[in-house]
Structure formats: structure tokens, C-alpha cells
């Protein structure tokens, strides 16, 4: 199975901040990496798919880069409604494996 | 827009088994790989199942494999799990999500998900 794992696991900012969460792969995935933003008792939600394309209606403060083992989300100007757990997911290969997640704080 | 709504979980003795559901709306649902993924309280997220669009793949996650069973119902929309066995460490939120499939080459599709429900909760207790 391919390992999926996310940096920081948690990270405190500010309204009006950046920060980057990092996630690598333990083996290649290509760039059949989605990202996924959760909220607590919600349901997930897609924000990008293959790397770096956004979701439609997904704004555009979020970026997604990287390829092969290594792949950043990015969220510039950070808005309140951003706080909440993101997660990586490879889709190269069965079985499917997220990262451990990545708890977004308020500072 | 697209509505996925789980439900059939609940609390359920080890060894025993249960049915779970999901209702489709607002997609046309025969057209998209299903998958069921399962939060653990206070974890993360794990991939579970999947069942092709035509019903005629199916990939489990080993740790279900031989006790869970994906099914569809493309005539009413539907998407089912019937888990049996289970085990207290099958207690999480089960959501279900489709699938938007892309052709990677070598005959083989990769499929991220794009809408999932809010889940249900299953205990096993």
C-alpha cells in the first residue's frame, strides 16, 4: 500500500496569513493526488484533484503543486472559514490511502 | 445539486452485521464509480470499498475484504454496504462518495472523489 504523510499534523495562523501543508508519498503517485477539507461533523469536501486543479467554486486563495512522492497545499489569506482538517489523498493506485490529516487552527 | 445521504448505521454487537445505505440525487448515478469511506473518531480517513459504475468491478480495502460486500441499484439510485462480522474497530462515520473516473493509460482508471454525504455512524459495541 502506498503511505501517505501529511506536515505539520497541526498548524496554528491568523486570519489574513498563508501556510503550506506538505504530503508525501511513499512511493510515486504520479499527480493522482486529490485534497479534501473537513469539518467536524460534516462531510469532506474535494478542494483540488490531480495535484493542482481546483474544484469548481473552490476559491482561489487555495494551490496545490508537486508531482511524483511530494505535493504542497497552499492556502494564501487565510478566512475564517478556512479553519477546519485537510487531508491528502493518493488515487494512483488501490488501495486508495489518505494522509493522517492536517488540524488548521485559529492563532 | 448532488445529494448523497447515507443511512442504516447504528449499534451493533462484534460479529454481527448491518446494512448500509446511500441515496443518490441531482447526478446521474449509473454513470459514476462508488466509493464508501470511513472516518474513525478522532483519526483520519480510510478508503474502503468501490463499485464500478456498471456494477461489475469491485476493490475492497483488505481490512474488510471477505466481510463487507459493495452493491448498487442503478434503477433507484442507490448504493449499498453489507457489512458482516464486524469488529469494534469497524466503528467509525461511513460516508459514501462518487467517483470522477480519468484514464491514466494502460487500461486502468484513476477515480478522486468528488461529492460525498455526511455519513452515518456505526459502533460496534
Known amino acids: 500500500d502506498i503511505q501517505m504523510t501529511q506536515s505539520p499534523s497541526t498548524l496554528s495562523a491568523s486570519v489574513g496569513d498563508a501556510v503550506t501543508i506538505t504530503c508525501r508519498a511513499s512511493?510515486?503517485?504520479?499527480?493522482?493526488l486529490a485534497w479534501y477539507q473537513q469539518k467536524p461533523g460534516r462531510a469532506p469536501k474535494l478542494l483540488i484533484y490531480?495535484?493542482?486543479t481546483l474544484e469548481t467554486g473552490v476559491p482561489s486563495r487555495f494551490s496545490g503543486s508537486g508531482s511524483e512522492t511530494e505535493f504542497t497545499l497552499t492556502i494564501s489569506n487565510l478566512q475564517p472559514d478556512d479553519f477546519a482538517t485537510y487531508y491528502c489523498?493518493?488515487?494512483?493506485?488501490?488501495?486508495?490511502?489518505f494522509g493522517q490529516g492536517a488540524k488548521l487552527e485559529i492563532k | 445539486q448532488v445529494q448523497l445521504v447515507e443511512s442504516g448505521g447504528g449499534v451493533v454487537p462484534p460479529g454481527e452485521s448491518l446494512r448500509l445505505s446511500c441515496a443518490a440525487s441531482?447526478?446521474?448515478?449509473?454513470?459514476?464509480?462508488m466509493h464508501w469511506v470511513r472516518h474513525v473518531p478522532g483519526k483520519g480517513l480510510e478508503w474502503v470499498a468501490f463499485?464500478?459504475?456498471?456494477?461489475?468491478?469491485?476493490y475492497y480495502s483488505d481490512s474488510v475484504k471477505g466481510r463487507f460486500i459493495i452493491s448498487r441499484d442503478n434503477s433507484n439510485n442507490t448504493l449499498f454496504v453489507q457489512m458482516s462480522s464486524l469488529r469494534p474497530e469497524d466503528t467509525a462515520v461511513y460516508h459514501c462518495?462518487?467517483?470522477?473516473?480519468?484514464?491514466?493509460?494502460?487500461?486502468?482508471?484513476?477515480?478522486?472523489?468528488?461529492?460525498w454525504g455526511p455519513g452515518t455512524l456505526v459502533t460496534v459495541s
Open positions: 463499485i464500478r459504475y456498471d456494477g461489475d468491478k469491485k
Open positions: 441531482g447526478l446521474t448515478f449509473s454513470k459514476y464509480g
Open positions: 462518495a462518487n467517483g470522477v473516473r480519468t484514464y491514466v493509460g494502460g487500461g486502468y482508471y484513476a477515480e478522486y472523489f468528488q461529492h
Open positions: 489523498q493518493q488515487y494512483n493506485s488501490y488501495p486508495y490511502t
Open positions: 490531480r495535484a493542482s
Open positions: 512511493q510515486s503517485v504520479s499527480s493522482w
